[in-house]
Structure formats: C-alpha cells, structure tokens
C-alpha cells in the first residue's frame, strides 16, 4: 500500500500563492488515481482536484478552477497542489488521496495539512 504526506500549508494573506505537497512512499504514484480534498470548520469535506494515474487528464470542482492546478513529478513520487489567488474560502485542512486503478473508492490518505488564508 501507499503511504501519503502531505506538507506546505500554513497561514497566508488573501490573494497570494501557497504549494502543497503531497509524498507517497510504498508505491509509485503512478500506479494510482491522485486526488485532493480539503475540509472546512463545520463542512463536510469536499473534493478539490484529482488526476487520471496516466497524468493525462486532471478534474477541478467548480470552485477552484482557473486558481488551483494538481501536478505531479514521478522522480520525487510527490504529488502538488498549486493554489493561487487564494481566498478566505479555501481555508480548510487540505488532504491527498489515492485510488488504485481498480478500485472504486479512494482508500489511502494522508493525514492532512492546514491552510489558512486571512482577510
């Protein structure tokens, strides 16, 4: 199995760039669907972005598209987040997530990391 952590959030001022990390160990990322989620105080957790295991396609939700981009780069077995022009509404516990080419759900998290954008 995979094991995920995440790194790179922290405090910021509306409007400014933050990058998340996310490293994966045990396995190649490549072999997986590759997802980030975010929560916020008193929200259900919702879906951020997610990319096809070949690299070859990527999916936002609606309220990140145009700011956020989710990449990765094989040789560091690391997955990102690219946030920019953040607002006060991104202010959640962001996670990274895994699903394996055949499975149906997706099974492997890390354990989250903090970002906080003020206005």
């Known amino acids: 199995q995979v094991q995920l952590v995440e790194s790179g959030g922290g405090l910021v001022q509306a409007g400014v760039s933050l990058r998340l990390s996310c490293a994966a160990s045990?396995?190649?990322?490549?072999?997986?669907?590759m997802a980030w989620f975010r929560q916020a105080p008193g929200k259900e957790r919702e879906f951020v972005a997610a990319?096809?295991?070949?690299?070859?396609?990527?999916t936002y939700a609606d309220p990140v598209k145009g700011r956020f981009s989710i990449s990765r780069d094989n040789s560091m077995n690391t997955v990102y987040l690219q946030m920019n022009s953040l607002k006060s509404e991104d202010t959640a516990v962001y996670f990274c997530a895994a699903r394996y080419l055949s499975s149906t759900s997706y099974d492997y998290w890390g354990q989250g990391t903090q970002v906080t954008v003020s206005s």
């Open positions: 045990g396995r190649t990322v490549s072999m997986y669907h």
């Open positions: 990319m096809h295991w070949s690299g070859t396609s990527t």
